[in-house]
């Protein structure tokens, strides 16, 4: 049995760099960060569907100076995010682990999965019960709302509560390319892009345009988190 | 009244855990929670044998648990660190740190 203990001074230092050195491989094993990112990119194409065949419905309106404020409801794509979200994060944790140990490891995808699903039920709630005007001071504000608020209410969407789980998952497995890819996607979802697509699609339909660049992004950040990590374990 | 010296961190360490293999299980096992022999073996550059030696004597200081199982008709042995594995490992890396901070002062002095 070999037994190297370490008498030499200069040994702690290597020590410590090969204990930071191990603890790098085993968060590389670990990585499936293709899968969460080719699930959701599923997921919000699906979406699409829901909303092109369903419709709004709107209750509770009142007028106020300068328009009518009322509480919009989308029942069939509501209901999609939330049932296709719990299974997409159940979907993602099996088999996460499922290959994560394959590799010969476990995987630290809980807290993920559990940020994920708390955060779908918790914007299916918020929704449902129209809680929009909560977030202002004066219901008038929903018609010119600052754009703070515009930024909050982006991010408290289905798409958003993607991007957020994927920044817990980020600092789970320090993956600072999944980091600055969830930032990247955050952005698109704060500063929403249209190229001018679905402009004359008119009402709720212009939504779509956004799901489809969201969606576009998360797959071809499964194409980029996959290749890198075919490449890495080819070398 | 005379002030205790502080202790020296080499003192401290533990004979155990202080060795470069059980060092890697050991850190291998925290961050991987749960991790199968065959990956040990590969990362660590052991023989099956060897390795099975360093476990027994982890296993027997009460800082790994060893669990043998099958999937399919394959056998596979995962071993997870104890809470006193991880006290362990996470008291040795503070020595270990605590002596190169020591070294560079001495080196600076």
């Known amino acids: 049995m070999t037994s190297d203990t370490v008498p030499a001074a200069g040994d702690p230092r290597r020590l410590l760099a090969e204990v930071r050195g ?170 929403p892009i249209n190229f001018g697509w679905g402009v004359h699609w008119g009402g709720h339909l212009q939504g779509v345009t956004a799901l489809i660049i969201v969606g576009g992004v998360l797959l071809l950040g499964s194409a980029g988190f996959g290749l890198a990590q075919r490449l890495r374990r080819a070398r | 009244m005379t002030v205790p010296e502080p202790q020296h961190p080499v003192t401290g360490l533990d004979d155990v855990v202080h060795q470069r293999v059980r060092l890697g299980i050991l850190t291998i096992a925290h961050e991987a929670r749960r991790v199968e022999f065959v990956y040990l073996r590969t990362q660590l550059g052991l023989t099956a044998g060897n390795l099975s030696q360093h476990l027994a004597v982890l296993e027997t200081a009460g800082l790994v648990e060893v669990e043998k199982g099958y999937e399919g008709k394959r056998g596979r042995t995962w071993v997870s660190l104890t809470a ?22 001495t080196a600076g002095q």
């Open chain 1, 22 to 191: 191990f603890a790098h491989r085993v968060r590389l094993t670990q990585r499936v960060t293709w899968l969460p990112l080719l699930v959701l990119a599923l997921v919000t194409f699906g979406a699409i569907p829901a909303y092109m065949l369903g419709r709004p419905v709107t209750r509770d309106c009142y007028s106020v100076e300068g328009g009518e404020i009322c509480k919009i409801w989308e029942p069939a794509a509501d209901l999609y995010w939330l049932v296709a979200l719990v299974v997409a994060y159940v979907v993602i944790a099996r088999v996460y682990l499922r290959v994560a140990r394959g590799r010969g490891v476990d995987a630290r995808v809980l807290p993920y999965v559990l940020t994920g699903v708390a955060f779908s039920v918790v914007m299916f709630v918020l929704i449902g019960v129209g809680a929009g005007v909560w977030f202002v001071r004066d219901a008038e504000d929903l018609l010119h709302p600052s754009t703070s608020i515009e930024v909050l209410f982006r991010l408290l969407t289905p798409v958003g509560g993607i991007g957020i789980a994927l920044l817990v998952l980020a600092w789970l497995e320090r993956n600072v390319a999944l980091l600055l890819f969830t930032l990247g996607y955050l952005a698109v979802i704060l500063v």
């Open chain 2, 84 to 105: 006193a594995g991880n006290t362990a490992l996470a008291e040795e890396i503070t020595r270990l740190k605590q002596l190169i901070a020591r070294v560079e002062t």
